[in-house]
């Protein structure tokens, strides 16, 4: 799901699973599952980082589709919603912090 290059490893990142999850779902053809629709969300942020996203199958306005979701399935939609984009967020920062700071070669004095 990474493009060519890239190496990191994306389920030892916070949210991992959940953007797998949905990234996979992507690829499925499966767009409004909780997954897809916040690697929808931050598809462009997640592109930039190397992520290969099926661009056809994202949903048109997927904050909106996920908290409609979240609402016809739990008592606390806005919290949870809240709480999916700020793990959304931390994922799209670890992998962006992955590449940016690469380990470094120990100097030799």
């Known amino acids: ?5 890239r190496k990191v490893n994306l389920n ?5 699973e959940i953007i797998l ?3 996979r779902d992507l690829h499925n053809g499966e767009s409004n599952t909780i ?3 916040l690697v929808a969300i931050a ?3 997640l592109t930039e980082a190397g992520l290969d996203i099926p661009k056809n199958h994202l949903a048109l306005e997927p904050e909106l589709t996920l908290y409609a979701r979240l609402q016809d399935e ?4 806005y919290a949870y919603y809240n709480a999916l984009l700020n793990s959304l967020n931390s994922f799209c920062n670890a ?3 992955s590449y940016k700071y690469e380990p470094s070669k120990k100097i030799r004095s």
């Open 1 to 5: 799901m990474l493009k060519k290059g």
């Open 12 to 16: 030892e990142l916070p949210a991992g």
């Open 21 to 23: 999850m949905g990234l």
């Open 35 to 37: 997954g897809a629709l």
């Open 43 to 45: 598809s462009t942020r």
């Open 74 to 77: 739990r008592e606390d939609a």
């Open 95 to 97: 992998i962006e912090l």
